[in-house]
């Protein structure tokens, strides 16, 4: 492993980091927009948002708030509801689909994580200083994506809008009342967001994201070839 100052470790970390939060928001705001599209909607096709390239998706405050804190957002994908046959649940389905997206791409990591790990240990007896390195920084790396896809779904599934939460969740209640609520997503939002800044969901969200990342390496870990890392 590198042996870094406390400075060289936090900036390798960051460089290391920048790459997964790029893939994981355009993956998720991707997944939203496709499964919009699925449902009759070419709303996000039209502006573009099909698409994996970054440019289209990130959000410059959002990006950083995932670079350094794990949790952020991406520009949210335009849908219109109009076109689906059942516009709350489809509206729900549309929600979910980034969350989902994350925690499947959480899952791939943790099997690459695991895959790489056992290459390493089974074909390089004995490795040179580069080998290590590289070794080093792609572990890292995953381990990086895999908390950030965590983090992602997450922090996207509290029912409080504007997150997909909120759409999956209110799907439950009277219109009336959803409909109502939504009125004031835009205040509702910011006194999310000073309430993340005081700290007041760090104990909850890290709890259900350790539990992920847990749960995920345990079950990989019941693969026999997997057993020794």
């Not at 504007?162 to 409909?179: E, M, Q, V």
């Not at 760090?202 to 997997?226: E, K, M, T």
Request: with cysteine.
């Amino acid at each position: 492993m590198f042996n870094f100052n406390f400075s060289t470790d936090w900036l390798i970390s960051i460089l290391l980091t920048i790459p997964g939060v790029l893939l994981a928001l355009s993956v998720h705001e991707c997944a939203h927009g496709w499964m919009s599209y699925k449902l009759g909607d070419p709303t996000a096709r039209n502006f573009g948002r099909l698409t994996l390239n970054p440019i289209k998706h990130i959000d410059p405050i959002g990006l950083i708030c995932m670079i350094f804190f794990h949790f952020g957002w991406a520009k949210p994908v335009p849908v219109n509801a109009r076109y689906y046959k059942k516009p709350r649940r489809d509206m729900a389905l549309v929600a979910a689909a980034g969350p989902i997206s994350n925690l499947l791409m959480c899952l791939v990591s943790v099997v690459i994580t695991h895959l790489s790990a056992f290459l390493f240990y089974t074909f390089a007896t004995s490795p040179t200083e580069a080998v290590l390195n590289i070794y080093s920084l792609w572990m890292i790396f995953l381990t990086n994506f895999t908390l950030l896809n965590a983090s992602l779904a997450v922090f996207n599934l509290i029912p409080i809008p504007p997150l997909d939460g909120s759409r999956i969740a209110f799907i439950f209640l009277p219109p009336k009342f959803y409909f109502g609520i939504m009125r004031y997503e835009r205040y509702i939002q910011i006194a999310m967001f000073v309430l993340l800044y005081l700290g007041a969901f760090d104990r909850i969200l890290s709890f259900f994201v350790d539990g992920i990342v847990n749960g995920l390496y345990a079950l990989i870990q019941l693969i026999p070839i997997f057993q020794f890392y």
